[in-house]
C-alpha cells in the first residue's frame, strides 16, 4: 500500500482534492490539427473527438459536443431486450420513461406529470401534453401502454429479459380521454411506481410494430432530449439534440457514446482529451487522473452491493454459528481500504442504506478473529475446508476482494478457505439452474437493485420462494410477504427492516461492500454522478 | 500441373478445412460451460422464462438439427443472429473485417518494410556494429510484449507527446481512398494513418523482429554458396549478387512465415486490438466468447480460418514466381 499522500488518493482523499481541481483549460490541449478532417466527410469518421474540434479559446459560442467511453457498447438499441447499464446509458439520451429519478434516488416526473393509486394493483400515470417522437409523431397513452405490455407479455411478440424489472406488473391500458394510462398488477405492488421510476423506457407502438425486431434493435424512435444520427454496431452512437424536446433544453448539443473495454484505454483517452467522461476508472488510475491536467475523478456509491452466499443446502453453511463466524473473520475496513483503495462502503445487511426497508440498527459485523474461532469451535465444524467461487472480471476488483476475504478465513486456527477462480459464465449457470445443489456452497457474487427498496434484493436471493434463493428463513419469509400487501409505507418498510435484521443476525450471508462508481471526468464538463450508475447527458453542464 | 489447377487443388482442400472448422466450432458449443440462456435471462429468471428464452434462441432442438440447421444456414450466408442483440450475425462479422484485414496487412507493411533491408544489411555487415545494432533490435523486439508495448507506446506517444490518437479507427482505408477520388483530398487517408500506425508498429514489432532475423540467417546461408561465388567471380556487381541471387532465394522461407503469420494476424490481434480499441474481429470474439454469443463466435472463427486457408493458398501460388524451380504436383 502506498504511503506518500502524493500517490494515494482514494475515495477520502478525492473528497480533499475534488475541490481543487482545475476549472476549466482550453481546448488547445484536447484538440488536434483540426484542419485535417475539416471535410465534407466529418461525421463519416466519427470517434475520436479531437479530430473534430477547432482550436478556440472562447468555446462559449462554440457546438458544445461530448463524448462518453463505457466499457463495454451498447448490446441493442431495443430498450426491451437487454439487461445492461451500459446499454440503458446509451438508450437514455433518446428514450424516456414514465417517471424517472433524480440524482439521489427520489422519484421526479417524466412522461407522466401525475400519478396515484387507483386501488390495490392498479395505478395511473396522467401523461404530459405535446410530447413528440424524434419521427414527430405525437406520444399516446397507446404507446405508454404498449411499452410496458412489451415487457410484461410476451405475447406482444418479445420475451424481454426486464420482465422481472417490473414484477408484479400484469397489463397497462390507455385511456385516451384523460390522457393516462392504468397500469395493472397482480396483487397490491407497492413496488409499482418506483419500478416505473428505474424501468421500462417507452417507444412507439406503431414504429415497433412496423419493424422487425432486428430493425428496433439498430434504430431508435424515442422521446428523449436526444435523436440518433449515426450508429455504428460495437463501435459507437453518435445523438445530437432534440430540438423539439418537451424539457429544459440541455447544453451539450451532441454527444457520442464509445467504449473500451480496456480500463487503461479509457484513462489514456481522457488523459489526451479525446473523451470526457469515462466509467469504471480501476481506483489505482485514480490519482494520475486526479493529479493530471486532463480532468478530475467523481465517485458515488452505486446500487451495487458485493457479498459472499452461503449455500444453506450444503455445509457448513448450514450452521448460523459457522456462518456468523465468517463475518467475525473478515476485516472488512481493511479491503476496503487496500484493495479498493476507498472506494467502497462496508455493509451488513442486504439493503444498502437509503433504501425503503434499510435499518440503522444494524452494523457491519466488527472484526474478531478470536470470536470467528469460537462460534466455529460452537457449530461443530472446526477444521474444515471451504472454497470460496469467484467470478473473475465481472466486479470492480472481484478476485482480489475475495482472495483477502479467504485470506482472513484461512487465517483462522480451525478452519481452511481458498479460493476459486470462475468463468462467470460457468458460476451462473450452476447459480441459476434452481437447485441449490448445483450451486457451490460459498461464492462471491454481486447485486444492482436501482429500485431504492429492499425487497427487489430479498425477495429473489433470501426468501424460499426466490428464484436465486441459497438461504431462507420462515421469519423473512412471512414479513416479506406481508411487506408485498402492505399499503402502509412506513409499516412496509418496518417490515422489511425486521427482515434485514434477522438475515445480519442470521448471517445468511458473508456481508461485504457496497460498490462506488468511478467515473474520469474531463475539464470541460460539470457533472455530478448518480447512484443508479446512469449516464444522463442532459445534465451535463460545461465547465 | 499448372498453377490454376493447383490453385483449384488447394482451394477444395481449403473447403474441407473450413468445413472442419465449422463443424468443430459448432461442437465446441456442447462442451463448453454455460448456457447462453445465462446471459440472456435476468438473473432470477425462473425455470419456466429460461426454458421459453432457450426455445426462442432454438436451443431446445437435438444437436443434429441445429447442427444441419446451422450448414443450411452458412450456404446461404446466413450466420444466424445474435443472442445478445438480435441482429445478423453475419453482418455484424463481415462490419469488422475490414478493420482487422487493414490492421494486419499495416502490421506486415511495418514488418516488411524495416525487417528485410535490416536483416540484409546485418548478414552484409556480419559482426560489425549495424549488425550488433540489428541483432538487439531483433532480440528485443522478440521479447517485448504487445501489450506492454502498445501501453507504453499509447502513454508516450499519444498521451504525453499527443502525436497520435490513443486508439480507435476513425476512418476506414477504402473510405479514406474513396475521398481522394470525390473529394480529391488526403485528409482521410491522413487520418487514417495517424489511426493506424501505433496499433500497426506494436502489431508488427514482433514480426519485424523475426523477420529480420529470418532474413540475417538466410542471407548468410546464402551468401555463403557457391553460385554467390560464381557470381562474384563472374565480375557481377556486388548490389546484385545480393538482391537478385541471394535475396531472392532467402525469400521463399520468409513469404512462408509471413502468410502464416498473417494469417495468424486475421484473428490474433486481440490484445492489440483491445490497447487501443481497434474495431477488430478479434474483439468481437473475445465479447462473444465472454456473453456466450455463440452465432457471432461461430462466425467469427469460421471468417478467420477461411482468412488462413485463403492467405496461404496465396502464398502457395507466389513460391512459383519468387522461385521458378517450384514445381506443383
Redesign the interface.
Known sequence: MPTNSNDEIGRRGYLKFAGAAAASVGLAGCAGDGADIDTPTETEMGGGGEDTETETEDTSDEPFEATVTQGQMATTLDPHNHRETSTDNVLLQAYDRVLFRDAEGRIVERLATDWERVEDGHVRYTLREGVTFHNGDELTPEDVAYSIRRVVDPETGLESPQRDQLAGIVDAEADDEEHAVHVYSDGLNPMAFSLQASYCLILQQSWAEEREQGDIAQEINGTGPYRMVDYEEDVSVEFEKYEDWWGEEPDVDAVTFQAAEESSARVSELQAGETDLIVNVPPQDAPTIQDGDAGSIEAVPSTRVLFLVHNQAKAPFDNSAFRQALNYAIDLDSIIDNVLDGFGDPTGQPTLSGYVGHTDDVDPYPTDAAEAEALIEESGYAGEEITLHTPVGRYLGDVNVAQAAAGYIDDLSNVSCSVEQRDFGSLASEILDGSRDTSPAFFLIGWGNTTFDASQTILPWLTSGGSINHWDQSDVDEWMEDAGNESDEDARAELMADSNRTISEEAAWTFLHRQYSVYGISNRIEWTAREDEQISVEEFTRA | MSLAKFLVRRSLQGLFVIWGVVTAVFMLRFVT???PV??????????E??A??AA?LGLDQPMYIQYLDYLWGLLQLDMG?SY?????AA??VF??LPATIELAVAATVVAIVFSIPLGVISATNRHEPADYAATGFSLVGISTPNFWLG?ML??LV??QL?WF???????GFW?AVQ?IWQ?G?L??I??WL??ITLPAITLGTYFTALITRLTRSGMLDELGKEYVRAARAKGLPETLVRYKHALRNTLIPIITILGLQLGTLIGGAVITE????W?GLG??VI?AI???DWPIIQGSLIVIGAGFVIVNTIVDGLYAYINPQVVYE
Open positions: 460451460p454455460g448456457s445465462d446471459f440472456v435471462a435476468p438473473l432470477d429468471a425462473s425455470p422464462l429460461r421459453r428464452i426462442e443472429y445478445i442483440s438480435s441482429t445478423p453482418a455484424r462490419a469488422r501501453i499509447v502513454l499519444s498521451v499527443g490518437p490513443t486508439g480507435r479507427r476513425a476512418i473510405p475521398l473529394e483530398t485528409a482521410g491522413v487520418v495517424r489511426y483491445a490497447v487501443f480499441t474495431p474483439t468481437l465479447d465472454n456473453s456466450r
